[in-house]
């Protein structure tokens, strides 16, 4: 009798865990709300006693993107090694997604948006933030991801401070369209890669357009004229949640932009197609 009560209670008390770590695994699993760009970055302003300058809201959009990476439920998840995080794979493909976007728009930034020129000198913070977000996601000790995203997103919140320093000169943002359309083609490369992982949960076949439009164009290896594609059963759900936290971090970015590059886009009557793009 005794025996059978202890086997009971084991029984019970591994049951009642089970549901606890399902319970706290399901609540870490919803996705972050979207916020308001403008007025996050007024509060910013208003805190640090800053003045609206180009850029302020996209660097201050793009800390607040990677801020939730790690301030969400449950904070990061992607390189936890206990449970319940490391049975969840939903979650930690919405980061990589988010991760992915952060990491397009910091290499810009570092690489175009900064610079005046290809002759010009990087900006000292962002060549030091934007290598500390391609660490490898699941890193999880001797450096952890989180500590180097972390120290990443304070050299930002430095370049973000000397921006709205009128004493210093020497961070600048450039809203040129030129820096608008490098970033762009980035982000066109990005969600045409999504979009045909997606479209190929269904096995399709599809034309071999590599080398169209250029006649005189090759490539390493020869590749047949149409290619059968399709991503396994198993990604699938990665896949998704991938694209979803591409496109949240996305959506906030486009919306600075609109912001930051407002006069760009009204010179090159753009900025109704980009407000298209953010509702669609």
Do not use: C
Request: cysteine-free; overall charge negative; aromatic content about 10%.
């Amino acid at each position: 009798m005794k025996q059978y009560l202890n086997v009971k209670t084991i029984s019970i008390t591994v049951g009642v865990l089970f549901l606890l770590l399902w319970l706290v695994g399901f609540y870490w699993s919803f996705e972050p709300d979207t916020f308001d760009v403008k007025a996050n970055a007024r509060a910013q302003m208003s805190s640090t006693n800053a003045q609206p300058v180009p850029g302020y809201t996209v660097t201050t959009t793009l800390i607040t993107v990677a801020d939730t990476l790690m301030d969400k439920p449950g904070g990061y998840l992607s390189n936890d090694v206990m449970p319940p995080s490391v049975f969840l794979d939903n979650m930690p493909s919405w980061e990589f997604g988010v991760l992915e976007i952060v990491r397009d728009m910091s290499l810009s930034m570092r690489k175009d948006f900064s610079r005046s020129q290809s002759q010009s000198v990087e900006n000292p913070h962002l060549v030091k933030a934007q290598p500390k977000f391609n660490i490898d996601s699941r890193n999880w000790l001797f450096p952890s991801a989180e500590s180097q995203y972390a120290e990443a997103i304070d050299y930002l919140r430095e370049y973000r401070g000397d921006l709205a320093d009128p004493t210093l000169g020497d961070s600048q943002f450039y809203t040129r369209a030129d820096n608008l359309r490098e970033y762009l083609k980035q982000v066109e490369k990005k969600l045409g890669s999504l979009s045909q992982r997606l479209s190929a949960s269904v096995e399709a076949e599809r034309v071999n357009t590599d080398l169209a439009g250029d006649k005189s164009a090759s490539n390493s290896t020869p590749r047949p004229s149409s290619i059968q594609t399709r991503t396994s059963w198993w990604q699938l759900d990665n896949v998704f949640y991938e694209a979803r936290g591409s496109t949240w971090a996305l959506l906030h970015l486009l919306k600075a932009i609109e912001v930051d590059f407002a006069s760009v886009l009204e010179n090159k009557n753009a900025l109704v197609s980009l407000q298209q793009i953010i509702k669609e």
